[in-house]
């Protein structure tokens, strides 16, 4: 988990003295697997000890912004 949050580390405004780059936050990097888990996009595989994404799961998260308007 701690390398997809430097993967979106962003820079830190420290006032008056020069800024610096900083993690971002691992609860969301958590959490999102989890939320997939649920609607069956993602499944827990024993052989690499993490999340894997469906084919079917992949193609709907493919398809979900063609179908979102804004």
Not at 37 to 63: N, S
């Amino acid at each position: 988990m701690s390398h997809l949050a430097r993967r979106y580390e962003k820079r830190k405004s420290r006032g008056v003295r020069s800024s610096k780059r900083v993690s971002a936050s691992t609860f969301v990097v958590r959490r999102a697997p989890q939320a997939l888990e649920k609607f069956d996009v993602v499944e827990h595989d024993e052989e690499i000890d993490g999340q894997r994404i469906f084919p079917g799961g992949r193609r709907d998260l493919d398809r979900m912004p063609n179908t979102m308007c804004f």
